[in-house]
């Protein structure tokens, strides 16, 4: 026996690469043309071989994918578009015998209006036990025919919808920040705290790691539902005024959703967190709040040196605020690609490489949403494929985020690319994405694919990657450098031509050295 304190090894998630998958888009075991579990199930090898550390997963519980499993009708059931409980369990055991966790998409915001409690609430009365579970309210104007407040939703329109009352007549009106078949939870409710509780260790049981939890700054709405300002209201903003958000009651459920992970030690929890202010932002991840928030300014930044270092020096105050973990994401399935976002084609291309060594010479946790990895791009998809509800509730203004989810190309020379064993894929696929495979790529050193799997390998075993924090060097206009504490340097030159690099040995560059110097949209490792 010793009383001496043995210093704890650090929790697997501060440094973990998560991976995103759209189960949706990934792979399709049953032939229907929309991915499933059974599909993430025989893609595990190549996730070995990619080197991730964990899964994520968009929403796979029982939902009629109103907006894509973000409306959810049961949180402790697998859609069955998606599989059963038997294939989830089974993945959650395949991925742990290869030492990859587990973490799901968590939509505790809202429910679909399929849930059994809407579809009681609109069997009940105004002011029943039923309806207290949602937000309704009675309207304004004569004969109530306006909304409560003047919320719009985030996906276009009105955040209120009226209903009919049993009797037939025009009724009460309920909230949704998003699509109308996503009515929002009434969080002073105990009773849906209760259920979340439920749900929680519903999933911890069977062995699921943690949670992504959609929305988390949302849920707390402000007393009284006041109006809002209506000049800023755009999908993947945020103006920290916007009372739809923030409310300072949400970290009182950010706490109770803790103490429910506490109780299975190295789970975990990431919170989409659309906050700007960062000493908002660090209330989130306090110790007892929400293990780690997702920060999207690099996602947010132009290729621009300014510009990434000002994401990266903001991302490092905002958590050192707590003395807690940075996250680093360069696009999900609700942003544009960066390869497209960085300008397309080639420049894209080489600009998405050089970003990816910058994202993870940094200390932290780091997501990568799948498809990254092959370089793919964003996909011009006509009107008549485009399914994301965005597009209909916008009067067919807004695109929406389809462009960015459309499926994963594994081998072959012509759509579907093994996605599927049928042609019809949810969403159609470029005959282009013929050079894009998982085939192709594995095979070429050069490929996207390649430097991603010996950017995670050399970030997993070098001990250059060590310490938190980074000191920024003096470069170049158009150009940063850092330093890790173990030794790791990471150069970027945003510039146009080639730059000389620091001082040390070239671990590995995003691009072949032109000369011994860093060529124009490319980045380097050296120690
Ligand atoms: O996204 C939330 C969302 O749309 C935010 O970008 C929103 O603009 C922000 O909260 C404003 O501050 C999540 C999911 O990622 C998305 O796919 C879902 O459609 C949405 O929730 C609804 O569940």
């Known amino acids: 026996m010793t009383d001496r304190l043995e210093p704890q090894p650090e929790p697997w998630w501060k440094d973990a690469i998560f991976y995103q998958i759209y189960p949706r888009s990934f792979a399709d075991s049953n032939g229907d043309g929309v991915g499933d579990l059974g599909g993430v199930r025989d893609k595990l090898g190549y996730l070995e071989l990619l080197g991730i550390d964990a899964i994520w997963l968009s929403p796979i519980m029982k939902s009629p994918m109103a907006d894509h499993g973000y409306d959810v009708s049961d949180p402790r059931a697998i859609d069955p578009l998606f599989g059963d409980l038997a294939v989830m369990d089974s993945l959650i055991e395949e991925a742990h015998a290869r030492d990859i966790k587990v973490t799901m998409d968590l939509v505790p915001n809202h429910t679909s209006d399929r849930h059994p409690w809407f579809v009681a609430a609109l069997d009940s009365a105004p002011g029943s036990p039923e309806r207290a579970r949602y937000i309704f309210r009675d309207g304004k104007g004569p004969g109530g025919s306006e909304p409560p407040n003047n919320w719009p939703s985030i996906f276009g329109g009105p955040a209120w919808t009226r209903i009919r009352e049993a009797d037939g007549t025009p009724g009460q ?20 705290s209760e259920d979340l509780a439920t749900t929680l260790r519903f999933w911890l049981d069977r062995g699921v790691d943690g949670f992504r ?88 930044a132009e290729f621009d040196a300014a510009a990434i270092r000002n994401a990266v020096s903001n991302s490092l105050d905002a958590v050192a605020l707590v003395d807690g973990t940075p996250t680093w994401t360069l696009s999900n399935h609700d942003v544009v690609r960066e390869v497209t976002r960085y300008g397309g084609g ?105 430097l991603y799997r010996s950017a995670f390998e050399l970030r997993a075993l070098r001990p250059e990657f060590a310490g938190t924090g980074v000191d920024w060097y003096g470069s170049p206009p158009g150009c940063l450098a850092f330093r890790r504490p173990g030794g790791l340097i990471c150069a970027l030159n945003a510039t146009d031509v080639p730059i000389p690099l620091p001082p040390g040995e070239v671990l590995m560059s995003s691009a072949p050295l032109v000369d011994g110097q860093l060529p124009a949209d490319a980045a380097a490792w050296l120690v």
């Open 173 to 192: 009106w309920y909230l949704h920040i998003f699509a109308a078949e996503q009515p929002d939870l009434d969080w002073t409710n105990p009773e849906v």
């Open 213 to 300: 939890i959609d929305v988390a700054h949302g849920m707390a709405k402000p007393e009284g539902l006041p109006n809002m300002s209506l000049e800023t209201n755009e999908l993947m903003k945020n103006d920290d005024t916007d009372p739809r958000f923030n409310n300072p009651a949400v970290h009182e459920i950010h706490r109770g959703i803790r103490k429910i992970m506490d109780e299975y030690p190295g789970s975990t929890t990431v919170g989409e967190i659309w906050v700007q202010d960062n000493v908002r932002f660090s209330e989130y991840i306090r110790p007892d709040e929400l293990h780690l928030g997702f920060n999207f300014r690099l996602a947010e």
């Open 346 to 450: 080639t420049r894209g291309t080489a600009r998405a490489r050089a970003m990816i060594l910058l994202e993870l010479a940094l200390p932290g946790t780091v997501f990568v949403y799948n498809g990254a990895e092959l370089g793919l791009p964003n996909v011009d998809l006509p009107d008549e494929s485009l399914q994301d509800p965005v597009w209909e509730r916008s009067g067919h203004t807004e695109r929406g985020r389809d462009g960015c989810r459309v499926p994963l190309p594994w081998e072959g020379t012509e759509p579907p690319f093994a996605f599927s064993s049928s042609p019809a894929t949810w969403l159609p696929m470029p005959t282009e994405w013929s050079s894009l495979t998982v085939e192709e790529q594995l095979e070429d050193v050069d490929s996207m694919l390649s």
